[in-house]
């Protein structure tokens, strides 16, 4: 039996509430880390927007509101965070024989997906472009 919306809840749950714990553990810790890193790339005030794509678009894919939008946030989120702390690792292997940027790699490729299909029909929002 083949069930595409559930395959949909499902990958919007795990990409939500995995990439949720990273940013509770950013409203604990701050964003001062982040802030230093951006430093070199422009005003230290983007690190805030770092709630955004870990907290407000996990909270969207898991409930599926506006899950286009939330993946693409998802997606500049990844990018970003590939940019400021991963460059030097996107050509190179972990210590296990993977990728080493295997797991935001992941959530990129996941809001990609979520991107171009949208939430299904286990969705809040369903019946708009920004489903």
Same mark, same amino acid.
């Given at each position: 039996?083949?069930?595409?919306n559930?395959?949909?809840?499902i990958?919007?749950?795990?990409?939500?509430?995995?990439?949720?714990?990273?940013?509770?553990?950013?409203?604990?810790?701050?964003?001062a880390?982040?802030?230093?890193?951006?430093?070199d790339?422009?005003?230290t005030?983007l690190?805030?927007?770092?709630?955004i794509?870990?907290?407000? /678009?996990?909270i969207?894919?898991i $409930?599926? #509101?506006?899950t286009? +939008? !939330?993946?693409?946030?998802?997606?500049?989120?990844? =990018?970003?965070?590939v940019?400021?702390?991963h460059?030097?690792?996107i050509?190179?292997?972990?210590?296990?024989?993977?990728? /080493?940027?295997?797991?935001?790699? $992941?959530? #990129?490729?996941?809001? +990609? !997906?979520?991107?171009?299909?949208?939430?299904?029909? =286990?969705?809040?929002?369903r019946?708009?472009?920004?489903?």
């Amino acid at each position: 039996m083949r069930n595409v919306n559930v395959g949909l809840l499902i990958l919007r749950i795990s990409l939500g509430v995995l990439m949720l714990f990273h940013g509770i553990a950013k409203l604990i810790t701050g964003v001062a880390g982040i802030a230093g890193m951006i430093d070199d790339y422009g005003p230290t005030f983007l690190a805030y927007g770092v709630y955004i794509g870990e907290i407000i /678009a996990p909270i969207f894919l898991i $409930l599926g #509101f506006r899950t286009r +939008l !939330a993946g693409l946030v998802y997606v500049a989120t990844m =990018l970003v965070a590939v940019l400021i702390a991963h460059l030097g690792d996107i050509t190179s292997l972990s210590k296990a024989g993977g990728w /080493a940027i295997e797991l935001p790699a $992941l959530y #990129f490729f996941g809001g +990609l !997906a979520l991107f171009f299909t949208g939430g299904g029909k =286990l969705a809040v929002s369903r019946k708009n472009k920004w489903d």
